[in-house]
């Protein structure tokens, strides 16, 4: 079976960093479009960063640009988001998630991880 496995978040300080990994099984990783997204308490699942199959980043939302990098090793079947300057903001549930082809559109992904939560305290 298809499993996509998020970790590296955790409790931390605005200012720094985290990164988080999402490992693919069961699934011809190097195949697939992947993105991350996240669910912040009592607000809708919205897009981060996403990234194409030879692994160059096609988008990310204005909020992160310049301080988080999308980036993939499909060698390791692992994707990871590199988290510089966290914010309040950013404090979320982060979910790694696997199309079949380039799409932003959350409905449209084959594949979710269970998340990983990041929370950042100013």
């Known amino acids: 079976q298809v499993q996509l496995v998020e970790s590296g978040g955790g409790l931390v300080q605005a200012g720094t960093s985290l990164r988080l990994s999402c490992v693919a099984s069961?699934?011809?990783?190097?195949?697939?479009?992947m993105a991350w997204f996240r669910q912040a308490p009592g607000k809708e699942r919205e897009f981060v960063a996403s990234?194409?199959?030879?692994?160059?980043?096609?988008r990310y939302i204005d909020s992160v640009k310049g301080r988080f990098t999308i980036s993939r090793d499909n060698a390791k079947n692992t994707m990871y988001l590199q988290m510089d300057s966290l914010k309040g903001e950013d404090t979320a549930a982060y979910f790694c998630?696997?199309?079949?082809?380039?799409?932003?559109?959350?409905?449209?992904?084959?594949?979710w991880g269970q998340g990983t939560q990041v929370a950042v305290s100013s």
């Open positions: 069961g699934m011809p990783f190097r195949t697939y479009y």
């Open positions: 998630a696997a199309s079949r082809f380039p799409t932003d559109s959350s409905n449209l992904f084959d594949y």
């Open positions: 990234i194409s199959r030879s692994g160059i980043p096609t």
